[in-house]
C-alpha cells in the first residue's frame, strides 16, 4: 500500500513539475502496467492461492512462482518512468546494484535461473517449507534475482549502455531455455518428489499427488515461454520499427549528397 500510494502520488504529478510549473503525469499504460503488476504480486503472496500452493497443491505453488517471477517484475520494471528510476538511483547503493547488474548481464541470467532450480530440488524445497524464516528469505532473494533477470530486457535508465534488439533476443532465447531442464525432471519424473504435498490433504480428490506434481511443471513451463515469446514480439517489432524510421533517413542522406556533387560538377 505504500508503493501503491508513492506510485499514485508520482503519477498525478506530485513530486516533479516541468519549466513552467506544471506537473509531469505518468503515461496511462505505464499506470496500468505497474497497477496489474502489484495487484499479480498481491494474488502470489497475499491471497489464498499463496496458502494453498504452500500447504496443499504443488500445482498451485509453481503458478503463482510463474506469475510472480516471469510477469510481475516486466511489469512493474515498464511502469516505472525514467524520472522514478532516477529518484531510486540517487541512493548510493541502489545505483551500486543497478549499475553492476546492467553491466554483466550474464551474471543476472545465470543466477536467477540457477537458484530457482536448486530451490525445487526436494532435500532443498523440503527445508525451505519446514523453516519458515528461511523461506521468506530465499523468496526475497529469487524476488530480486528475478527482477535483476529482467533488467537487461527493460532497462529503463539511459545513463547506463542498453543492449541491442539483437542481444535481446538472444538473451530471451537463453533464458527461455536456462529453466527447462529442471522443469522437465520434474514433469518426466514418474514419481512424486515432494513428501510435504504426498502427507498433505487433497483438496481435490480425482488430482493424484503425481498429477499435481505434473501440472505444476507444465504451469511453469507455459507461464514462462508465453511471456518469453510475447516480450520477443514486442522486442522485434520495436526493432522494426526503429529500422522502418532510420532507413530513410540514411536513403534522404545518399541522395543529398549525390545531389550537392552534381551541383558542385
Known amino acids: 500500500l505504500a508503493i501503491l500510494g508513492w506510485y499514485i502520488a508520482a503519477a498525478r ?3 516533479l513539475k516541468n519549466a513552467s510549473g506544471d506537473a509531469i503525469r505518468v503515461p496511462k499504460r505505464k499506470m496500468l502496467s505497474f497497477f496489474l503488476g502489484i495487484a499479480l504480486f498481491y494474488l502470489a503472496v497475499g491471497s489464498p492461492l499463496h496458502i ?26 515498464y511502469g516505472m518512468t525514467d ?5 531510486l538511483l540517487s541512493l548510493g547503493i541502489l545505483r551500486g546494484v543497478y549499475a553492476f547488474f546492467s553491466r554483466h548481464v550474464a551474471i543476472s541470467l545465470v543466477l536467477f535461473n540457477l537458484l530457482l532450480s536448486f530451490y525445487h530440488f526436494p ?14 528469505l530465499i523468496h ?53 518428489l515432494y513428501e510435504s504435498y504426498v502427507n498433505a490433504p487433497q483438496l481435490i480428490p480425482w488430482l493424484s499427488e503425481l498429477a499435481d506434481q505434473q501440472l ?8 514462462q515461454e508465453i ?3 510475447v516480450v520477443l514480439v514486442i522486442v522485434i517489432y520495436q526493432w522494426a520499427r526503429r529500422e522502418q524510421q532510420v532507413t530513410p533517413e540514411v536513403h534522404n542522406l545518399i541522395l543529398l549528397e549525390n545531389n550537392s556533387g552534381r551541383l558542385r560538377h
Open 13 to 15: 504529478g506530485v513530486f
Open 52 to 77: 494453498i500452493g504452500h500447504f496443499f497443491m504443488f500445482s498451485v505453488h509453481m503458478l503463482t512462482m510463474a506469475v510472480l517471477y516471469f510477469i510481475v517484475p516486466p511489469l512493474i520494471l
Open 83 to 87: 524520472w522514478m528510476y532516477r529518484s
Open 123 to 136: 532435500f532443498i524445497f523440503a527445508f525451505f517449507k519446514e523453516y519458515q524464516i528461511a523461506g521468506s
Open 140 to 192: 526475497g532473494i529469487l524476488l530480486f534475482t528475478a527482477f535483476m533477470n529482467w533488467l537487461p530486457i527493460v532497462q529503463p535508465s539511459e545513463e547506463l549502455p542498453k543492449l541491442s534488439e539483437a542481444k535481446k533476443i538472444v538473451y530471451l532465447f537463453v533464458d527461455a531455455l536456462a529453466l527447462m531442464p529442471a522443469c522437465v525432471l520434474i514433469l518426466f519424473s514418474g514419481v512424486p
Open 216 to 223: 505444476g511443471s507444465i504451469f511453469m513451463i507455459l507461464t
Open 227 to 229: 511471456v518469453y515469446m
